[in-house]
């Protein structure tokens, strides 16, 4: 197993760009999140899915969106990027007995 | 919302040595689960070890223990026989009900040589 995979690895955008980051797992899990890490802090919850069609929004959903339309894949849409929006993004995946794994993780730049 | 606090922004510890990292939260569900996560240099996120919330028994994981204090809402990590390894960052986190998790701001460890 590939177990979460994220793309692209990097990226650099300019103001006012949009771009889709990239989640996919392949451990059937349920439950999917997407976090964001500032530098020297915690990661904050963006948005998770409970399963295939269902979304909710976490703690700082402002400025994304999510849509989950397999167990597979979980992309993070970010539009008209801002410079507040530059950040480490990490994908992970669970099921129900809580233990969660990560992906490697997108650092995203906005100049 | 729950919240999660580690006052602890960095630490060090001589090799072989025992540390305890702290964190606190604050949540007013009843069932609920607590975490420890290593972050090292690559960034990647790694388990350390987890509590469920209606267990008494502290949990343990090789060289890592908990103390897990559910009336006082505390969570500390002990790391005993500390290795070079275990430099990094460590996030407390907490899951809630509603399958959301709440993580800390962190704690650095620094393991001397």
Known sequence: ?111 | AQTVTQSQPEMSVQEAETVTLSCTYDTSENNYYLFWYKQPPSRQMILVIRQEAYKQQNATENRFSVNFQKAAKSFSLKISDSQLGDTAMYFCALLDNFNKFYFGSGTKLNVKP
């Open chain 1, 1 to 111: 197993n590939a177990g979460v995979t994220q793309t692209p690895k990097f990226r650099i955008l300019k103001i006012g760009q949009s771009m889709t980051l990239q989640c996919t797992q392949d451990m059937n899990h349920n439950y999917m999140y997407w976090y964001r890490q500032d530098p020297g802090m915690g990661l904050k919850l963006i948005y998770y899915s409970v399963g295939a069609g269902i979304t909710d929004k976490g703690e700082v959903p402002n400025g994304y969106n999510v849509s989950r339309s397999t167990t597979e894949d979980f992309p993070l849409r970010l539009e008209l990027a801002a410079p507040s929006q530059t950040s480490v993004y990490f994908c992970a995946s669970r099921v129900k007995t809580d233990t969660q794994y990560f992906g490697p993780g997108t650092r995203l730049t906005v100049l």
